[in-house]
């Protein structure tokens, strides 16, 4: 810390406690002459600070040099894309762990760092001229230049969607040994990063103080880099995002945007307020002395925020219920800052505090979450509560049912069972009923038959998440040799969430999770009674709002990653192939995918699933996230329509649509 920032100017510090209820004015704040950044010494040319290599996913694309041995074919002839660079700052672990950093000391110095003023957009379109654009097949989806800079909602879920699609693809061929001793051990999010920035894939790069278009309050995010190729948060590490800004009488640094990771002791005990501890540790490891935090960089735009009074964004991490060794991220909307002061860290040395108070009006986001933690410990009792556990025991984890709309008891009567009744089996030419894998089947072993039948591909990867839809995935099931436990039994594993019924305002009862779900997971199975199509709509028949007919029609989509991104020569396609049509109605018998309402722009999508059960193979119906869904929002999935033999959809018997989503159709079924 600067002259005159020395312990005994810390407030409190001759009794060891500070008056955190008080925002003291601390003179050195306000005194000090500024310690501006060395990147604002560079010209915008591109050049790195000593010390700080380039970072790729934000640097200039560097043309990859040929391998000196040749590179085996692997599955499904992957190849290294030939515009991806190693990582200056690889980090090793855990891949579905964000890249941590503490609040702001960052280890990235980018092209596009928040010390570069407004003007450097110029730099970013040069650089973009430069690069291959993103958008050759027309199944992955196109962003102009003008969605580069200015996203919107529906731009800024195809780049998670094709984000988190490259990072699924790249998770699996490391899971199988591919990348491992094909290219290092560089993280498969960083990848993903890297190819998606070498074809522009991104969005909102123009540089902005206030909201970011197309991401919404409450939006949540399970790594860093997701942030960055959005928009609404550019550091990979750093928890301060900044920028300069010029007015009429001087250039100088204001905050952008924060992330509060916890790695500090930030007090968010207040759902709209939060105080933050700056950037910079105070301990010196090497030298094993105190040390004051120092006014620069990221500690000098929230500073220089202070007396502008702009408006900063608030992301917040948290611990995810479902993984206790993952985090996730959660958008709080806008904050501005109302003091600073000095007080003494755990190493005592100074460190600065800001408190930012939530601006009014916005929905709630990080309150939410802290209110279902209290829900969960009940220690707050839940509003409109009808049930503790809708399931009596059936599910391993309880489903509440809850009203907090009208006075309504409950849905109509019906057995719980999350199995299906009177399954019909398929005749499948297959030499054998199971897999011969001694305890697990493990990805990139080809020796197992259940691999082989999905194309010698694992189809999932860690936490059960599905790496690609399929025309069919096939699963171990109770006549494989190897354990339970197997992760290619995702679908017969039961609900891993916890979820609740919930009565809606206008379309009766639908389904939500209390618990993050990340894009990919697993959800549930569509369970109930198998049915005769000549029992459809009969007599003692069956509602359409509980059947389930694989043959209907439904809006195609694409979810998978673009194989022609990683020279991929070919890959499976989307289209489901079922070996006969299926037809479930969960009227009388079923689960709580009963009960998810439809929406034109679904958050779930259905994969069928297959797996062998007493020498015969029957066909099962698994929901997954089609993207990150935030705690609380309600699950839903495309009813679709049902089809004359011309392919032709039927107009009569539709319903009336109020999923009230940009894409509504109007009307379904």
Same mark, same amino acid.
């Given at each position: 810390?600067?002259?005159?920032?020395?312990?005994?100017?810390?407030?409190?510090?001759?009794?060891?406690?500070?008056?955190?209820? &008080?925002?003291?004015?601390?003179?050195?704040?306000?005194?000090?002459?500024?310690?501006?950044?060395?990147?604002?010494?560079?010209?915008?040319?591109?050049? !790195?600070?000593?010390?700080?290599?380039?970072?790729? *996913?934000?640097?200039?694309?560097?043309?990859?040099?040929? $391998?000196?041995?040749?590179?085996?074919?692997?599955?499904?002839?992957? &190849?290294?894309?030939?515009?991806?660079?190693?990582?200056?700052?690889?980090?090793?672990?855990?891949?579905?762990?964000?890249?941590?950093?503490?609040?702001?000391?960052?280890?990235?110095? $980018?092209?596009?760092?928040?010390?570069?003023? +407004?003007?450097?957009?110029?730099?970013?379109?040069?650089?973009?001229?430069?690069?291959?654009?993103?958008?050759?097949?027309?199944?992955?989806?196109?962003?102009?230049?003008?969605?580069?800079?200015?996203?919107?909602?529906?731009?800024?879920?195809?780049? *998670?969607?094709?984000?988190?699609?490259?990072?699924?693809?790249?998770?699996?061929?490391? /899971?199988?040994?591919?990348?491992?001793?094909?290219?290092?051990?560089?993280?498969?999010?960083? &990848?993903?990063?890297?190819?998606?920035?070498?074809?522009?894939?991104?969005?909102?790069?123009?540089?902005?103080?206030?909201?970011?278009?197309?991401?919404?309050?409450? /939006?949540?995010?399970?790594?860093?880099?997701? +942030?960055?190729?959005?928009?609404?948060?550019?550091?990979?590490?750093?928890?301060?995002?900044? +920028?300069?800004?010029?007015?009429?009488?001087?250039?100088?640094?204001?905050?952008?945007?924060?992330?509060?990771?916890?790695? !500090?002791?930030?007090?968010?005990?207040?759902?709209?307020?939060?105080?933050?501890?700056?950037?910079?540790?105070?301990?010196?490891?090497?030298?094993?002395?105190?040390?004051?935090?120092?006014?620069?960089?990221?500690?000098?735009?929230?500073?220089?925020?202070?007396?502008?009074?702009?408006?900063?964004?608030?992301?917040?991490?948290?611990?995810?219920?479902?993984?206790?060794?993952?985090?996730?991220?959660?958008?709080?909307?806008?904050?501005?800052?109302?003091?600073?002061?000095?007080?003494?860290?755990?190493?005592?040395?100074?460190?600065?505090?800001?408190?930012?108070?939530?601006?009014?009006?916005?929905?709630?986001?990080?309150?939410?979450?802290?209110?279902?933690?209290?829900?969960?410990?009940?220690?707050?009792?839940?509003?409109?509560?009808?049930?503790?556990?809708?399931?009596?025991?059936?599910?391993?984890?309880?489903?509440?049912?809850?009203?907090?709309?009208?006075?309504?008891?409950?849905?109509?009567?019906?057995? %719980?069972?999350?199995?299906?009744? /009177?399954?019909?089996?398929?005749?499948?030419?297959?030499?054998?009923?199971?897999?011969?894998?001694?305890?697990?089947?493990?990805?990139? /072993?080809?020796?197992?038959?259940?691999?082989?039948?999905?194309?010698?591909?694992?189809?999932?990867?860690?936490?059960?998440?599905?790496?690609?839809?399929?025309?069919?995935?096939?699963?171990?099931?109770?006549?494989?040799?190897?354990?339970?436990?197997?992760?290619? &039994?995702?679908?017969?594993?039961?609900?891993?969430?916890?979820?609740?019924?919930?009565?809606?305002?206008?379309?009766?009862?639908?389904?939500?999770?209390?618990?993050?779900?990340?894009?990919?997971?697993?959800?549930?199975?569509?369970?109930?009674?198998?049915?005769?199509?000549?029992?459809?709509?009969?007599?003692?028949?069956?509602?359409?709002? %509980?059947?389930?007919?694989?043959?209907?029609?439904?809006?195609?989509?694409?979810?998978?990653?673009?194989?022609?991104?990683?020279?991929?020569?070919?890959?499976?396609?989307?289209?489901?192939?079922?070996?006969?049509?299926?037809?479930?109605? $969960?009227?009388?018998?079923?689960?709580?995918?009963?009960?998810?309402?439809?929406?034109?722009?679904?958050?779930?999508?259905?994969?069928?699933?297959?797996?062998?059960?007493?020498?015969?193979?029957?066909?099962?119906?698994?929901?997954?996230?089609?993207?990150?869904?935030?705690?609380?929002?309600?699950?839903? !999935?495309?009813?679709?329509?049902?089809?004359?033999?011309?392919?032709?959809?039927?107009?009569?018997?539709?319903?009336?649509?109020?999923?009230?989503?940009?894409?509504?159709?109007?009307?379904?079924?």
């Amino acid at each position: 810390m600067e002259e005159g920032l020395c312990e005994n100017s810390v407030p409190g510090s001759g009794s060891g406690l500070v008056d955190k209820t &008080r925002i003291v004015e601390v003179k050195p704040l306000r005194s000090l002459a500024p310690v501006l950044p060395k990147s604002l010494q560079l010209s915008i040319s591109g050049r !790195y600070p000593s010390g700080f290599p380039p970072f790729v *996913l934000f640097g200039e694309p560097v043309e990859s040099q040929p $391998s000196p041995t040749p590179i085996p074919a692997p599955i499904r002839s992957y &190849r290294k894309p030939p515009d991806e660079e190693e990582t200056p700052h690889e980090v090793n672990g855990d891949t579905s762990s964000p890249i941590e950093g503490v609040n702001g000391e960052s280890v990235d110095d $980018s092209p596009n760092r928040p010390s570069q003023p +407004m003007k450097s957009c110029k730099t970013s379109q040069k650089r973009r001229k430069k690069t291959q654009d993103f958008g050759g097949s027309s199944s992955v989806g196109v962003i102009s230049m003008a969605q580069r800079d200015d996203g919107d909602r529906e731009v800024v879920n195809l780049v *998670l969607m094709n984000f988190d699609s490259l990072r699924r693809r790249f998770c699996q061929l490391e /899971d199988s040994k591919e990348l491992n001793t094909l290219m290092g051990t560089k993280r498969p999010d960083l &990848r993903a990063s890297n190819v998606m920035t070498s074809k522009v894939f991104r969005t909102n790069m123009g540089r902005r103080v206030g909201a970011v278009p197309g991401v919404e309050i409450g /939006d949540i995010f399970f790594l860093r880099m997701e +942030m960055c190729h959005v928009g609404l948060h550019a550091q990979s590490m750093s928890g301060i995002d900044y +920028m300069s800004v010029r007015d009429e009488l001087q250039e100088e640094t204001v905050a952008l945007s924060i992330v509060s990771s916890g790695v !500090y002791d930030d007090d968010a005990e207040e759902d709209d307020i939060l105080v933050y501890t700056g950037q910079g540790e105070n301990f010196n490891k090497k030298d094993k002395h105190v040390v004051d935090q120092k006014l620069q960089r990221g500690n000098l735009a929230l500073d220089r925020s202070t007396h502008r009074q702009n408006e900063v964004r608030v992301i917040r991490g948290l611990r995810d219920a479902v993984n206790k060794h993952a985090k996730f991220y959660v958008y709080d909307g806008l904050y501005k800052i109302q003091g600073s002061w000095i007080e003494k860290g755990k190493y005592g040395g100074g460190v600065f505090k800001y408190k930012f108070v939530r601006l009014p009006g916005q929905p709630s986001a990080f309150a939410v979450w802290k209110s279902i933690q209290k829900w969960k410990r009940g220690s707050s009792s839940r509003t409109g509560l009808i049930l503790a556990d809708l399931t009596t025991g059936v599910e391993t984890i309880p489903v509440s049912l809850v009203n907090d709309v009208d006075n309504e008891k409950g849905p109509s009567f019906f057995t %719980y069972s999350n199995s299906l009744r /009177d399954s019909k089996p398929f005749s499948m030419v297959q030499s054998s009923y199971g897999c011969n894998c001694n305890k697990t089947c493990v990805p990139g /072993d080809l020796s197992c038959s259940c691999i082989q039948r999905n194309e010698g591909d694992f189809p999932y990867i860690a936490n059960g998440v599905l790496v690609s839809r399929r025309p069919l995935v096939h699963e171990c099931g109770p006549m494989c040799k190897c354990f339970p436990n197997c992760k290619n &039994r995702v679908s017969q594993t039961g609900l891993k969430h916890q979820m609740e019924i919930f009565k809606t305002k206008d379309r009766g009862w639908g389904l939500r999770s209390l618990d993050p779900i990340r894009a990919g997971t697993f959800i549930c199975e569509y369970a109930g009674e198998v049915i005769d199509r000549a029992k459809v709509n009969k007599n003692g028949g069956y509602n359409d709002e %509980y059947v389930f007919d694989t043959s209907r029609i439904y809006n195609p989509f694409k979810w998978n990653y673009e194989p022609s991104l990683l020279d991929e020569i070919s890959s499976s396609t989307e289209d489901y192939t079922i070996p006969s049509p299926l037809i479930i109605s $969960s009227k009388n018998f079923g689960n709580v995918a009963r009960y998810m309402n439809h929406s034109c722009s679904p958050n779930v999508f259905w994969q069928p699933v297959l797996y062998a059960e007493n020498n015969q193979y029957f066909l099962h119906i698994a929901f997954f996230a089609l993207r990150h869904i935030r705690p609380m929002a309600e699950l839903t !999935y495309d009813y679709g329509c049902s089809g004359h033999a011309d392919g032709s959809s039927a107009p009569q018997g539709r319903k009336k649509c109020l999923c009230e989503s940009a894409k509504c159709g109007g009307s379904f079924g």
